[in-house]
Nanobody, 126 residues
Framework: QVQLVESGGGLVQTGGSLRLSCAAS????????MGWFRQAPGKEREFVAA????????YYVDSVKGRFTISRDNAKNTVYLQMNSLKPEDTAVYYC???????????????????WGQGTQVTVSS
């Protein structure tokens, strides 16, 4: 069982940076792959990034490659999303999620994740 709480969202100008944190409570955090999703108004929830249990593998949606970095600190039961060069198109509620099971590829689909945080708002303005 994992409980997830996101923080770090806010308002930032185009080109700015934010670091989101997702603090996990519960057992066996290191046994879960972790992911970030986002949902903009009127749009489906979108995969953003995922990281393996040890942090050795990461995967990003094309639109954020080179700008966002997912990382984790298993000693702190925390996963991060460093967001640089932010664009208005990045405006969304950002959710972290935990996946207990996944196949060869890192999980990228909503149904592959078992636990979800409540989300944190990121707004990028010009």
């Amino acid at each position: 069982q994992v409980q997830l709480v996101e923080s770090g969202g806010g308002l930032v100008q185009t080109g700015g940076s934010l670091r989101l944190s997702c603090a996990a409570s519960g057992r066996a955090f290191s046994a879960y792959a972790m992911g970030w999703f986002r949902q903009a108004p009127g749009k489906e929830r979108e995969f953003v990034a995922a990281i393996s249990q040890s942090g050795g593998s990461t995967y990003y949606v094309d639109s954020v490659k080179g700008r966002f970095t997912i990382s984790r600190d298993n000693a702190k039961n925390t996963v991060y999303l460093q967001m640089n060069s932010l664009k208005p198109e990045d405006t969304a509620v950002y959710y972290c999620a935990a996946a207990a099971l996944f196949s060869r590829r890192l999980p990228t689909l909503l149904y592959e994740y078992d636990y979800w945080g409540q989300g944190t708002q990121v707004t990028v303005s010009s």
